[in-house]
């Protein structure tokens, strides 16, 4: 099918009708997804967004549930939200971090609520990147440019329009209610002749690295890599696949919240004990823990490397340190940390 950009804000207008939808807006110099009210305010020139949408299924800040106590006795009230979301435009880096946090909302111990039942309502709209920025190495991280998976439906710019394919039921369902043409024979040539020109030019050497970290626990690179490290979290808080949270009840009395809110193993609070006493008192250990935890335990639970190589942790890091030359360094090429 094609949506041709000249009807793309009809095209959101008629999603709007079922759907809370979700889409890049320009805020500045940068792209952030949030809920529009109208296709106007939908902006698909973005490189990626500044803050990955993982917020829109597990919310930098959520209420879990109130609860009150009266002479009547005790009242609980879940806040499970079940309304019918659309997110479009997610890139696939972003699509892919989403199926790592399924991982970890959904497994064989533990099924999270109040991720489930947005994600299940959820219907991903993804769009491919023609133009890579300089700081993705999503090849290199089991995705790319035009790779799918996460998404309901893969949209390809090919310039006048938007070659829209269905890749699950729920895109399907999606597309079929929208009433779109089917794209031409010359669309669907011009979409793989852009897949074909996109170029991911930052490779990262991974090869090797899962044995180096399952043996270097006390390897003395963790010595030097944190040391310019401000500790803000930055990397985390903008990293689609980290999802560290803290639970805390609001309340006065008996009455109030649980409320959980987006944590980061790069604060010193993370870890600190009631005691006093923190297991990861410095830089070194939280940044170990933070790669430990995406190329090593992740891959350990899951089978699979908890970064998709989306740049956001090197774009905004303050003092520019980039896991790109953290990742080599630990491989053992020291020179890329001094260049
Ligand atoms: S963004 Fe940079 S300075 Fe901030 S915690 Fe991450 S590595 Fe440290
Ligand atoms: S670690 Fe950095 S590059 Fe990898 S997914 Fe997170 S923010 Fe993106």
New binding site residues.
Partial sequence: MIIKKSELNAVLDKLLAGYQVYAPVKEGNYAVFKQIANGGQAYLGYSNSKI?PKGILFPQSEKLYSYSVTAEGARVEEHIDGSKKVVFGIRP?DAK?ITLLDFVFNNDKYTDPYYMTRRNNTVLVGLGCNQPAP?C?CTS?QSGPFASEGMDVMLVDIGEGYVAQALTDKGKELLAGLGLPEASADDQKAAEDVKAAAVVSCQVNTEGLKAKLDAGFDDPVWNRIYEKCLGCAA??Y?????HCFDIVDDAVDCNGCRVRNWDACMFPLFTLHGSGHNPRPSGKERWRQ?VMH?FKYFVDNFNAT?????????K?CPVNLD??EVLADILGSEARLDK
Avoid: D
Avoid at 238 to 242: D, E, S
Avoid at 306 to 314: F, H, K, P, Y
């Fill in positions: 990955p880096c971090s700081t190495f991280m990397c985390t903008l990293c689609p696949t980290c933070r995406k908890a970064c998709v190589g989306c740049g956001r942790c090197i905004n896991i790109r």
